[in-house]
């Protein structure tokens, strides 16, 4: 799949102002089920935000009550300031590409992307001026003529994408556009997405269960769970700071260890099954110690060595036995098994960059686990 072109000149005309997007205070439900739970949001002018989350979160949902596709039941939503709760979805000035892409098999691609056009009744010369743009901005130029059926699906997605800016949006809705995709190619077009709303200046949602897709093009991510939103930051920030148990979890990988926090004169500890860990400072939400508290840190913020080897400056330590180990490719996982260990199971997972872990760690090996302090969390339901 090569790479989308230049901007031609004439995809000048499909470029818009960027505008901010608030949803305010919004609760929605289907019957007796409770989609969306007070969700408060706003969407900086030319941003590209996600809503991430399992199925069934409310994420898609959302999205489709920006396009006007949903209702709410309380709450608003404004597009450049301008409350368009009760308008119609043709009316909101937002292009929306759909997770099927929904093109029409019995039209050509040139057909389907003016379809928006003809159904504003534009003139002939300014549709065909503006499909001709979108053609070129897409990478499509020289494929108007076939059907859907007849292109690869990177080019029904490119198809779908032209369609919906064609007609000019101020917000570009995305509804997990790349997940009829196989991997490969979906790497490819999520640059080529990111490159278009940057080339076009186009506020973009993207909705998307998949971390990794959202943490490559997004500048921030709400994460959601059952119609409310965790917490919303850049992808780093979420991945490093988590808010809670289920934040943490469903970025990445993550060693969850029960136990109890300790305070004295001395400091702050959570004691666990394996051992005694001394908390940095900031370790505990604002000083305090949340319901269900858990101790949290990523598989790559410790390290394995020989017990008895000193401890460094900084870092504590677990006894554990080594159950297993992985090669993936860049990096060796290590499954440790520790007393008392993680929530469900007794397993910690470490991650070392592949070449860099001491000689003879085979499974039944017996080894300290050396954490990180400044990366530890404690962190709560």
């Given at each position: 799949m090569?790479a989308?072109?230049?901007?031609?000149?004439?995809?000048?005309s499909?470029s818009a102002?960027s505008?901010?997007i608030?949803?305010e205070h919004?609760d929605?439900?289907?019957?007796?089920n409770h989609?969306l739970?007070?969700?408060?949001?706003r969407?900086?002018?030319g941003?590209?935000f996600a809503?991430?989350?399992?199925?069934?979160?409310?994420?898609?949902?959302?999205?489709?009550?920006?396009?006007?596709?949903?209702q709410?039941?309380?709450g608003?939503?404004?597009i450049a300031?301008?409350?368009?709760s009760?308008?119609?979805?043709?009316?909101?000035?937002v292009?929306?590409?759909?997770?099927?892409?929904?093109?029409?098999?019995?039209?050509?691609?040139?057909q389907?992307?003016?379809f928006?056009?003809?159904?504003?009744?534009?003139?002939r010369q300014?549709?065909?001026?503006?499909?001709?743009?979108?053609?070129?901005?897409v990478?499509?130029?020289g494929?108007?003529?076939?059907?859907p059926a007849?292109?690869s699906?990177?080019?029904?997605q490119?198809?779908a994408?032209?369609?919906?800016?064609?007609?000019?949006?101020?917000v570009?809705?995305?509804?997990?556009?790349?997940?009829?995709?196989?991997?490969?190619?979906?790497?490819?077009?999520?640059r080529e997405?990111?490159?278009l709303q940057q080339?076009l200046?186009?506020?973009?949602?993207?909705?998307?269960?998949d971390q990794?897709?959202a943490n490559?093009?997004?500048?921030?991510?709400a994460?959601?769970?059952?119609?409310?939103?965790?917490?919303?930051?850049?992808?780093?920030?979420l991945?490093?700071?988590?808010?809670?148990?289920?934040?943490?979890?469903f970025?990445g990988?993550?060693?969850?260890l029960?136990g109890?926090?300790?305070?004295?004169c001395?400091?702050v500890a959570?004691?666990?099954?394996?051992?005694?860990?001394?908390?940095p400072?900031g370790a505990?939400?604002?000083?305090?110690?949340?319901?269900?508290a858990?101790l949290?840190?990523?598989?790559?913020h410790?390290?394995?060595?020989?017990?008895g080897?000193p401890?460094?400056e900084?870092?504590a330590?677990?006894?554990?036995t080594?159950?297993?180990?992985?090669?993936?490719?860049?990096?060796?996982?290590?499954g440790?098994?520790?007393?008392?260990?993680v929530?469900?199971?007794?397993?910690v997972s470490?991650?070392?960059?592949?070449g860099?872990?001491p000689?003879?760690?085979?499974?039944?090996t017996a080894?300290?686990i050396d954490i990180?302090?400044d990366?530890?969390?404690?962190?709560g339901?």
């Open positions: 090569t989308l072109p230049a901007a031609p000149t004439s995809a000048s499909l102002p505008v901010d608030a949803i919004v929605l439900w289907y019957g007796s989609v739970r007070d969700v408060d949001l969407i900086e002018p941003e590209f809503f991430l989350g399992p199925s069934g979160c409310g994420k898609t949902t959302l999205l489709r009550l920006i396009a006007g596709f949903n709410a039941d309380r608003r939503v404004l300031g301008r409350d368009v009760g308008l119609p979805p043709w009316k909101r000035d292009g929306m590409v759909f997770q099927s892409y929904a093109l029409w098999p019995h039209m050509t691609v040139e389907n992307i003016a928006g056009l003809e159904e504003r009744r534009l003139p300014e549709i065909r001026k503006r499909v001709a743009a979108a053609l070129d901005l990478g499509l130029g494929l108007e003529k076939r059907r007849q292109l699906g990177g080019q029904q490119r198809v994408l032209a369609r919906t800016i064609v007609v000019e949006p101020k570009l809705l995305l509804d997990e556009p790349l997940s009829n995709l196989d991997a490969k190619l979906r790497g490819e077009v999520r997405l990111r490159e080339r200046g186009l506020t973009a949602i993207f909705v998307t269960h990794e897709e490559t093009i997004c500048d921030r991510i994460v959601m769970k059952d119609g409310t939103v965790q917490q919303v930051g850049a992808p780093t920030a991945y490093d700071a988590p808010r809670n148990l289920f934040v943490a979890g970025l990988t993550t060693n969850i029960q109890r926090v300790l305070r004295d001395g400091g959570f004691e666990t099954a394996a051992g005694t860990i001394p908390l400072a505990l939400p604002g000083g305090d110690v949340p319901p269900g858990k949290v840190f990523r598989p790559h410790a390290i394995l060595s020989r017990p080897v401890l460094a900084g870092r330590r677990l006894p554990g080594i159950r297993f180990k992985e090669f993936l490719g860049a990096t060796e996982r290590y440790i098994a520790v007393a008392g260990g929530e469900g199971s007794t397993e470490v991650d070392l960059t592949h860099t872990a000689a003879g760690l085979e499974p039944g080894v300290a990180t302090l990366r530890l969390h404690v962190l339901e």
